[in-house]
């Protein structure tokens, strides 16, 4: 017996035809909302996050200095010290005035003024809340693990490790965070 390659409406009355139909473009639109870009699922929220890291690295210095920078600080001189060690700096010592006056080298002046030393990547999203209407559109908390990626050579040196202990540890340990991302029109996103 031949195979009839009619569509199934052709075999169904017109009402019957219109609901199976309506059934059909319902389901496509709902398979569509499971992998949308404003759906609340981890992997969206993963590639928000990303977004917003990838253009905000994490630096050594949050509070950039101006430099020549000076200091008579014991501790501030160490970590500028190690950034010598890592020819990011050159160094004039005031032993009269007690004060370390650094400069950024050739090589130094790519990373200057705040050192940056990568970006994170997040690896996986542990929570989220339920999105919830705040400041004019849905947000949603969410608790996440990253690791820092694109690590400069200078950062990996012993010096500037032991200088800067919490950049050391990001740098090595996958670390938790948590952001609060807004759902727009366009996806989600950290609002600003």
């Not at 950034?83 to 950024?104: C, M």
């Amino acid at each position: 017996m031949p195979r009839s390659t009619a569509p199934i409406t052709t075999f169904l009355n017109p009402h019957t035809a219109s609901i199976y139909t309506r059934g059909v473009i319902a389901a496509t639109l709902l398979l569509a909302g499971c992998h949308s870009k404003t759906a609340a699922t981890p992997e969206n929220f993963i590639t928000a996050l990303n977004a917003h890291f990838a253009e905000r690295p994490d630096c050594l210095m949050p509070d950039a200095p101006r430099f020549p920078f000076e200091t008579s600080e014991p501790a501030k001189t160490r970590q500028m010290d190690a950034l010598v060690k890592a020819q990011l700096l050159t160094v004039a010592r005031e032993p009269a005035i007690h004060v370390s006056r650094y400069t950024p080298t050739t090589t130094g002046a790519r990373a200057v003024p705040r050192f940056c030393y990568g970006h994170r990547v997040v690896t996986s999203i542990d929570s989220f809340t339920p999105p919830a209407q705040a400041n004019g559109f849905p947000e949603t908390q969410v608790t996440f693990h990253y690791e820092i990626k694109d690590i400069p050579v200078w950062a990996k040196t012993a010096e500037v490790e032991a200088a800067f202990p919490d950049m050391a540890r990001a740098a090595t340990e996958a670390s938790s965070g948590k952001a609060t991302l807004a759902k727009t029109m366009a996806g989600w996103s950290v609002p600003e």
